[in-house]
């Protein structure tokens, strides 16, 4: 496997799904390829990839599109360090953060009876930064943040398969339902997943504060608080970009 990993798919990975002429995309950190009517991706945690691949490959979302493995020709979810999933149709709306969350709520009652597995438990820097957000792992967070520690308090919520990047990546198309791409695992309460979406629509686009006092009002603080510092925790150079929930959630 290329080490580069912006580095395009190797010939056997395009061999492996008999696909040619991959084109790179804007999204996924551009790491990312379209090919043949499919999506070619880094597979990053190999037991966590072949895990979501068998997860997503049986799932069933009522009203809604989710996105779709595929296996390669040798039948394996992943070949060389890199996965296969069927394109689907859309594009990221940035003003339909109340649709995002509807279609969050679906894909969650979707995957609320999957079973936890070994494979969430991985080490890629995201979660890592998830446990640091939740208090079971110990990390280096800027000063701007470290007020929300002092306000998290035990979450006594149910905890399931969440989406942990579902802000970016859910896709709209005229006449079609909504699609979930990309799907980031976690073992947290579904309102988790919420809650991410909330502070990085706030922080990355624009949106306003109104989103984020309905999202306290049927939540309350706890996971919110825990989304700013798992982003945070992820990169301290976003704290800036997360700084205005702070008030709100201190309040």
């Known amino acids: ?134 208090g079971e792992a110990g990390g280096d967070l800027p000063q701007s943040v470290t007020p929300l520690l002092a306000l998290r308090r035990p979450v006594d919520l149910p905890c399931q398969l969440v989406h942990g990047d579902l802000g970016g990546n859910v896709l709209f198309s005229d006449g079609q339902p909504p699609a979930v791409i990309d799907v980031s695992p976690y073992w947290r309460p579904a309102g988790y997943a919420d809650a991410i979406v909330v502070a990085d629509a706030v922080a990355w686009f624009g949106a306003g504060h109104d989103l984020v006092e309905r999202l306290l009002r049927a939540q309350g603080i706890q996971l919110l608080l825990r989304a700013v510092l798992f982003r945070v925790a992820t990169d301290p150079e976003f704290a800036p970009a997360y700084a205005s929930l702070g008030p709100l959630i201190t309040a």
């Open 1 to 134: 496997m290329d080490d580069d990993p912006g580095a395009l798919p190797p010939p056997s990975v395009l061999l492996a799904w008999d696909v040619s002429d991959p084109v790179r995309l804007s999204g996924g950190q551009g790491l990312t390829f379209a090919a043949g009517g499919l999506v070619l991706k880094r597979a990053g945690d190999m037991a966590q990839a072949v895990w979501i691949a068998e997860v997503l490959d049986t799932v069933r979302a009522d009203d809604g599109r989710v996105i779709r493995p595929v296996r390669s020709r040798l039948g394996t979810w992943v070949v060389d360090g890199w996965s296969a999933w069927h394109w689907l149709d859309g594009e990221h709306w940035s003003d339909a953060w109340d649709d995002v969350l509807e279609v969050s709520a679906r894909f969650h009652r979707a995957v609320a009876d999957v079973s936890w597995s070994p494979a969430l438990a991985a080490s890629h820097r995201w979660a890592v930064a998830d446990r640091v957000a939740w």
